[in-house]
Every structure is written in C-alpha cells, then in structure tokens.
C-alpha cells in the first residue's frame, strides 16, 4: 500500500511515516501545491491531508483532487468544531482526524477507510453471483466462461467495481484509466462503458452498470440476491 503525507509540521511528517510504516510505502511532500500534483500525477491508496498548508491550503487541495481522483483522503487538523468535519466530509473526505492522536487510533481509521473505499483491500478476487473478476490476472469470467473484457475496458470495470455503490464522474474514471496527462479525448470512456453494457446485457448483468445521467456511472449490487464475496 502506497500513503501519501502531506504535513508542513517536518516532525510530525515524520511521526506519520513511521507511525505507518508498518502498512504503508509512505511518502511525505510539506505544502499543498506539491501535495495535489502528487495525487494527480501518481496513484496513492491513502492520503493523509493537514488543512493549514504553505502555498496552497487543505480545502483547496481536496477540491483539486476530488475534481479528478477518486484516492481516500483523511483530513488531520487542530479543530475539533462538528461544523468543520462535516464541512469537510461534504466536500469529498473520506475521515477527519483531530490532533493530537495516537498511533493505534490512526492505522485504525485508515484501515477502516481501506476497507470501505478498496473493498478489496488484500483481496484477489470479486465475485458476485456467477461473476467473478480475478485482479491479478485480470481475467473476467461468467460461470466459468472467460468474458471478452481486457485492456482499458477491463479497467473501467474494476474501477467501478472497486468503489461499488458509490458515483463514479466522468472525469474521475478518464483519469484513472487513461491517466491524468492523457491527449485522448473523455469521451472515449463512454464508448468503454457502451462495450462493456453490451457484454453485461448478454449475461443478465446490465442493471449493475448504473449511468448517472450527466454525471458519471455506479456499479451496484442491489440488484441481484446473491451474496457478494471477496476471497483473500
């Protein structure tokens, strides 16, 4: 797992690295505008966000990075005010941490957020119903039957699958699958989402591919009985 610092207090930057350590490749920048160049630029599981920050401040960076990425992000700050953490939660953080906390407190709330954001988080594979996707070998199968889902098709597939039941924007999934710098046009999801409906349409799967009329897309499960599983 790869987490992102971004904390101009250099000694609790480095409180942070050691205190995730141990689940974590850590990796620490001291203000906001190199904080959201990383997030757009690179691909982080986690971010730890500090609000007061040199040269562009926490809000700003959440706004930057929510427009595009769709990366958990934790908010560390000083004030503990209700109003603030739910300011903050609105504008697209995933947790909010008041300082100071203790170590077991922080790998607690970021595994909570792996597990509810990276549903599978240590997992190898997603199965739902007769649906199984293989994140290894990127490989889709419909009882047994191997799907003619690959390339960047396969990728709009997982992204969705990896933040099921949550929206996904038009401009988040580009980004995710053709890369932040990419010269293709955005439209060019929409014809990946068209091939993938026709192929889910084919197995009786069409109605987990939820459009988000000028939004986005949402992969849900509530609309099949069957349980969903991860497998480690």
Not at 21 to 44: H, M, P, Q, R
Not at 161 to 178: G, H, P, R, Y
């Amino acid at each position: 797992m790869r987490a992102l610092i971004i904390e101009d207090d250099k000694p609790l930057s480095d409180a942070l690295r050691r205190m995730l350590g141990s689940i974590a490749e850590t990796e620490a920048v001291y203000d906001g505008e190199s904080g959201l160049n990383k997030i757009l630029t690179e691909e982080y599981d986690i971010v730890i966000l500090d609000i007061m920050l040199p040269k562009m401040n926490g809000e700003e960076v959440l706004r930057g990075a929510r427009r595009h990425k769709l990366t958990p992000i934790i908010i560390l700050s000083a004030i503990g005010m209700l109003e603030r953490k739910v300011e903050f939660l609105n504008l697209g953080a995933d947790d909010y941490m008041v300082k100071p906390f203790s170590r077991e407190e922080l790998l607690a709330r970021v595994q909570a957020t792996m597990r509810r954001y990276h549903r599978d988080f240590g997992a190898l594979r997603y199965k739902l119903g007769d649906l199984s996707i293989d994140y290894k070998s990127k490989m889709v199968k419909f009882k047994e039957k191997t799907l003619p889902i690959n390339g960047k098709m396969y990728d709009v597939l997982e992204t969705l699958v990896k933040n099921k039941e949550i929206t996904v924007t038009k401009q988040q999934l580009f980004d995710s699958v053709c890369g932040f710098y990419s010269e293709t046009i955005q439209s060019v999801i929409e014809v990946y989402v068209y091939r993938l409906r026709k192929i889910l349409t084919e197995i009786g799967m069409n109605d987990c591919l939820q459009t988000i009329k000028t939004v986005g897309y949402r992969w849900t499960e509530n609309y099949l009985n069957s349980e969903p599983s991860e497998e480690k």
